[in-house]
């Protein structure tokens, strides 16, 4: 299986400061058929199921603002909130799709400082 | 507009089997989408349970293969999951999801919590 480590656990950041969080991958998540990192980043917050993001590492999903971006290729990734907002308090997940079992990080906290 | 609605009970006694549905509305399990089972336990991360294609091919992952059953009810364009011989520690909020061509899991439902007890 491909493990995903997510770091920090958890990080509480001042409102309009960067928040970024790291996500480690065992094996390259790069597909080399279709020139892409098989990594989606995910945002849950309390009571609600996820919302996708980022997917293919870094491409925004429509709809959410771009004051979130990924970045990263191979086996190390990044997702950046550029200006944290107090909407943006809630739980981060990178996940990979290159290879089953489908695997998800084990989350990052973020909240206000 | 695409929605899915997780049902079943709540409450399941351990060794019985768990069994859960999915209802989709606005789309047909036939659109080539997979459709996904994902759970995560209370104040813990996301475990992908396993998926079904539009063409009825299922993966599951190899934790739960042994007692996991994706399966169609077409008639009612919905998707269940079934787990046997359940115990504590499938205690948990359960999930389904839809996926597109670019993401495994576009679309959530709201999730059913399932107590083993």
């Known amino acids: 299986d491909i493990v995903l480590t997510q770091s920090p656990d958890s990080l509480a950041v001042s409102l309009g400061e960067r928040a970024t969080i790291n996500c480690k991958s065992s094996?390259?998540?790069?597909?080399?058929?279709?020139?892409?990192?098989?990594l989606a980043w995910f945002q849950q917050k309390p009571g609600q199921p996820p919302k996708v993001l980022i997917y293919?590492?870094?491409t925004r999903e429509s709809g959410v603002p771009d004051r979130f971006s990924g970045s990263g290729s191979g086996t190390d990734f990044t997702l950046t909130i550029s200006s944290l907002q107090a909407e943006d308090v809630a739980v981060y997940y990178c996940?990979?799709?290159?290879?089953?079992?489908?695997?998800f990080g084990g989350g990052t906290r973020v909240e206000i400082k | 507009q695409v929605q899915l609605q997780e049902s079943g009970p709540g409450l399941v006694k351990p060794s019985q089997t768990l069994s859960l549905t999915c209802a989709v509305s606005?789309?047909?399990?036939?659109?080539?989408?997979?459709w996904s089972w994902v759970r995560q336990p209370a104040g813990k991360g996301l475990e992908w349970i396993g998926r079904?294609?539009?063409?009825?091919?299922?993966e599951y992952n190899p934790s739960l293969k042994s007692r996991v059953t994706i399966s169609f009810d077409t008639s009612k364009n919905q998707f269940s999951l079934q787990l046997r011989s359940v115990s504590a520690g499938d205690t948990a909020l359960y999930y389904c999801?839809?996926?597109?061509?670019?993401?495994?899991?576009?679309?959530w439902g709201q999730g059913t919590r399932v107590i083993v007890s």
């Open positions: 999801a839809r996926g597109n061509f670019y993401v495994d899991f576009y679309l």
């Open positions: 606005g789309d047909s399990l036939s659109s080539g989408a997979y």
């Open positions: 079904i294609h539009a063409s009825g091919s299922t």
């Open positions: 094996q390259t998540v790069f597909y080399s058929s279709t020139n892409r990192n098989n």
């Open positions: 293919w590492a870094s």
């Open positions: 996940q990979q799709y290159i290879a089953t079992p489908l695997t």
